[in-house]
């Protein structure tokens, strides 16, 4: 077989493929050639759909609601979008000033798109996840990453922020709780560097993702400070808040122009995402939010059991996550053993020797440490645990 070159245009090298999906494809081989493979890299929760929200798609789909909706979501769904986001932080969005895309993931790179011109630098924290470097090379920006503190559970501060800015600097964008550490930025922490980047005209991108998942805190935005609307853009997702992450349905929260700008591109992309998820998304917001609760409760038992297991273990370096769910332990006691020398080479081994998929910190720009994710159940916690405990007792 001949192979021709095909020439590719020559920003598509200008991303790679998301290592956790890579992970995921890796640990889902081997299962289907029959290997019993405990996996802690999926990013997404082992919670069914709550049944009024599969109930409303199915409503939906009855009611034959299946054809073209607009480009940027329902009416309804904006209003409903806007709504939940004023009564569980305090914000006064208008319906102009939302847009629903396919999944958090559309909406931030969109966001990068409209935004981002050529040279534009975008601040971005470590670790941070995966594909907001991506999505600001793809947009031809160039990322700045601010390194946190560790020691301190991967905390940042305005002041490690600050020497950062530039005349270019146009976005920066925070994740709080982490994906990948699980680190929380404080109410306090997070309106200094919202003062900072108001101040100075840079726009302060705030991904909202695990905001329900907070373990000590109560959920806040940053777009509630005053002149938060037009200096903050929120970056939404339903997937982990409501165990929703194959219907994909996320949202921005914006300027008037940033949207319409965004709803001008996904015209031309995507167009509406799909009609019945979005039915689904507005019983989501608009009816019973127990579920959250009772998701927030389970992950809190699963971390404190991850937390003492990995503290157990000689030598691994754990930060107790303070809210989605994830724990990032930095593994790097087995560098020098058995070939290991980075959290990939772990990794590899980890999956390889002892049948656990866990993603590695390069993925998220560090290479001392490996992300966990809790969002599995007790028993496939314990089973994993128990391997990762052997393995790195079997180091030489
Ligand atoms: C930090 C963060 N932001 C956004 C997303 C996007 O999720 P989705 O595209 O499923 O809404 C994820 C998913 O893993 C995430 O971890």
Redesign the pocket.
Known sequence: MTTVAIALAERISLISESSTMKVAAAADKLRRQGVDVVDFGA?EPDFPTPDNIKEAAVQALRDNFTKYTPAGGTQELKEAICERHAKDYGTAYKTNECIVTV????V?FNLMQVLVNPGDEVVIPVPY?VTYKDVVNYAGGKCVFVDTDEDAGFTLTAGMIAPHLTSRTKIVLI?SPS?PSGGVLSREEFEKIYQLTSSRGIFLMT?E??CRFLYDEEPFSIAAMPGGKENVIVAG?L?KTYAM?GWRI?FGLAPAPVISAIGKLQSHMTSNPTSIAQKAAVEALRGPQESVGVMLAEYRRRRDYVIARLRAMSGVKINEPKGAFYAYPNISVAFGKNGIHSAMDFSEKLLDQAKVAVVPGEAFGTDKHVRISYATSMEELKRGLDRIETFLKELR
């Open positions: 990013g999944g958090g993931k559309h931030i996840w994740n994906n991904d993702c695990y997702s997937s992450t996320g």
